[in-house]
């Protein structure tokens, strides 16, 4: 029964301590008064300085590199020339295609097919080298007029001369038979087919001729299109970052071979928790010191912040672009700095050390209120939360003294 009421007595001594002092046993209570100012939260990360409009460039197409006109550092202007590719193939496509531009439209333009190097709707040859008529019938009753394909003539009536001398031998010549002759001209048996468009031996309809010369334009677009590939041109005003390539590698479509950028407006790509990212926007204030001197900072807001955010060592981050307000001379690409965004600040507030705020299970929060000899807890209702001190918008009075520790 004596160590029972012994430990009671422990445990009413401990609970006493801790009331009386606001400490744990053995170790005294630090406090601190409730005070009136200025409260701001920041969120906090590390990057590299970046452009802040840079761009990749690449060639269009394959091809062995012939002349980089740029080196590492020079400043262009946009449209300027930067890199070639052998242009030998792609010259001689956009030369095809212009020639085959050039026959469609005239073809077009004169109606005809351009296919069989004739034209639509003239006579077509005989078998026997006559010319079948394009109003040829067939008729045998057109004997005369029509060329007979066999080779055959039809014999004109016959009259004798007045000073011919008949001939007492019998004649060999044998009188025209009065039947219908079984020869026909092969070429005459029928008219010149029209056909509809498109068919073998038929003309070729308007449509189809204007199809021609929209594909043979669409054609020679792609080709010269092929050729502007060939050449690397700037796309801004801005510095040449990096060239991938010299002349006679072999450059790959598509893959980087100049990188330009534009120095006249630079930021700090920094990455920030999924935490912090939840309060930042664009267009906060923030704070950016350079690896290369910790005494200076710069002064920066928000541009842009990333849609997509980036894994690694299960830590989930998301990119943020802070701009320098004033570019400092010697910043270098790609030098290493920290950033500190302004989340929310609140002026002439009371605020207690971040210390004494205690959030419960329910999300409630409390300080430990020093008041004369004991120490009470008070839920109170927070607003700014900063790295160092809270804003307290009720629950305390300016003076009142609070626990931090013990």
């Not at 200025?38 to 990057?47: D, E, N, R």
């Not at 792609?90 to 004169?110: F, I, K, Q």
């Amino acid at each position: 029964m004596a160590t029972g009421i012994f430990g009671v007595v422990v445990v009413g001594t401990v609970t006493a301590v801790v009331l009386g002092t606001g400490g744990r046993s053995g170790a005294a209570a630090t406090y601190a008064t409730v005070a009136e100012g200025g409260v701001t939260a920041t969120a906090g990360a590390a990057g590299n300085v970046a452009s802040a409009d840079s761009r990749d460039l690449a060639f269009s197409t394959s091809g062995t590199v012939k002349k980089v006109y740029v080196k590492v550092g020079a400043k262009v202007r946009q449209g300027t020339r930067l890199a070639r590719i052998d242009q030998t193939k792609a010259l001689e496509d956009v030369t095809a295609a212009r020639a085959a531009l050039t026959a469609a439209e005239s073809s077009a333009a004169n109606g005809t097919s351009g296919t069989s190097g004739g034209t639509a709707g003239t006579a077509a040859t005989g078998t026997n080298g006559g010319t079948a008529g394009a109003a040829a019938t067939g008729s045998a009753t057109s004997a005369g007029a029509a060329a007979v394909g066999s080779g055959a003539v039809a014999l004109a009536a016959y009259r004798p001369t007045a000073t011919a001398t008949p001939s007492t031998r019998p004649s060999t010549t044998k009188r025209p038979s009065s039947r219908p002759s079984s020869t026909r001209n092969p070429g005459a048996s029928k008219s010149p087919t029209t056909g509809k468009s498109g068919s073998p031996g038929g003309t070729t309809s308007t449509a189809q001729l204007e199809a021609r010369v929209i594909q043979a334009k669409n054609t020679l677009t792609q080709a010269e299109r092929a050729l502007a590939g060939t050449v690397i041109k700037a796309p801004i005003d801005g510095t040449i970052l990096a060239v991938n390539g010299q002349t006679g590698d072999t450059a790959s479509a598509s893959s980087t071979f100049i990188t330009i950028g534009d120095l006249n407006e630079l930021q700090l790509k920094a990455t920030f928790s999924q935490n912090d990212v939840a309060h930042i926007r664009i267009g906060q204030e923030a704070k950016i010191t350079l690896s290369t001197d910790s005494t200076k900072t710069y002064a920066g807001s928000v541009t842009h912040i990333d849609a997509n955010a980036t894994t690694s060592d299960r830590l989930v981050k998301y990119g943020v672009m802070i701009a320098f307000d004033d570019v400092p001379s010697k910043v270098l690409i790609g030098q290493s700095g920290t950033v500190s965004v302004t989340t929310a600040s609140a002026a002439d507030v009371l605020y207690v050390p971040s210390s004494a705020v205690r959030t419960g299970a329910n999300g409630a929060s409390t300080v430990r209120v020093r008041q004369g000899d004991r120490t009470v807890i008070r839920t109170v209702t927070v607003g700014v939360r900063g790295d160092t001190y809270v804003e307290v918008k009720s629950g305390l009075s300016k003076g009142e003294r609070v626990v931090t520790s013990g």
